[in-house]
């Protein structure tokens, strides 16, 4: 099993709403990211957990809050977001490291989300 | 991570080899080369990596030139399903538990036609 599932698939929400978006993998992999992806853009890395741990947090605004309960999920909670933050979220997850040893990530279908 | 450079589209007829260019020219030792690709609406999708050598898996090939400047990714017989997005990314292997964070460039937006 190579899947990386995401709900919801679609969100609409305002800008007082608080929401979240799920991530799962059973892949056994101890790495999971968030990335956005605005339309036309690439997409950008927002979080890094290894190991449950938060690793990265690429600057993101406190109104995004990932959550790592355990290896196999990530949370992303919203709350008082703004229309510019509607995006393409996406979730990834790869294997723990060994150091030096090339892995790759593997992709969710994302949660297309609606500020309004 | 060192920059890479890709051309922003390119088309390719249905059935031959597309094959997509990359530049990397400040890339590191320890670096590796990555591809992806992304489907409209789709999550990126891993297609294949390499450090030095030529690779091949069931869906591309990678060739890396000797001086690992640039590379290029082929896939033999395009299809249009094949049509999406495809991203250079160059990247080290990380050190410690931080993960293997990707950071994407412009990709080339692949066209194939019947």
């Known amino acids: 099993d190579t899947e990386v599932t995401q709900t919801p698939k679609h969100l609409v929400m305002g800008m007082t709403n608080k929401k979240s978006l799920k991530c799962e993998q059973h892949?056994?992999?101890?790495?999971m990211y968030w990335y956005k992806q605005k339309a036309k853009k690439p997409p950008e890395l927002m979080f890094v957990?290894?190991?449950?741990?938060?690793?990265i947090n690429e600057s993101v605004p406190s109104r995004f809050s990932p959550e790592c309960p355990n290896s196999s999920l990530l949370n992303l909670h919203l709350h008082a977001l703004q229309p510019e933050d509607s995006a393409l979220y996406l979730c990834?997850?790869?294997?723990?490291?060994?150091?030096?040893?090339?892995?790759?990530?593997?992709f969710g279908p994302g949660t297309r989300l609606t500020v309004t | 991570d060192a920059k890479t450079t890709q051309p922003p589209s390119m088309d390719c007829a249905e059935g031959r080899a597309a094959n997509l260019p990359c530049n990397h020219s400040?890339?590191?030792?320890?670096?590796?080369v990555y591809w992806y690709r992304q489907i409209h609406s789709q999550g990126p999708q891993y297609i294949i990596h390499?450090?030095?050598n030529n690779e091949t898996n069931e869906m591309a090939s990678l060739i890396i030139t000797e001086d690992r400047k640039s590379s290029t990714l082929i896939l033999p017989h395009a299809t249009l399903r094949d049509t999406a997005v495809y991203y250079c990314?160059?990247?080290?292997?990380?050190?410690?538990?931080?993960?293997?964070?990707?950071?994407f460039g412009g990709g080339t937006r692949l066209m194939v036609k019947p």
């Open positions: 892949m056994g992999h101890r790495a």
């Open positions: 390499g450090l030095k």
């Open positions: 400040t890339i590191s030792g320890n670096e590796y």
């Open positions: 957990y290894s190991y449950e741990k938060l690793s």
């Open positions: 990834a997850s790869s294997q723990g490291k060994l150091p030096g040893t090339a892995y790759e990530q593997y």
């Open positions: 990314i160059v990247r080290a292997e990380s050190k410690n538990n931080a993960g293997n964070m990707l950071t």
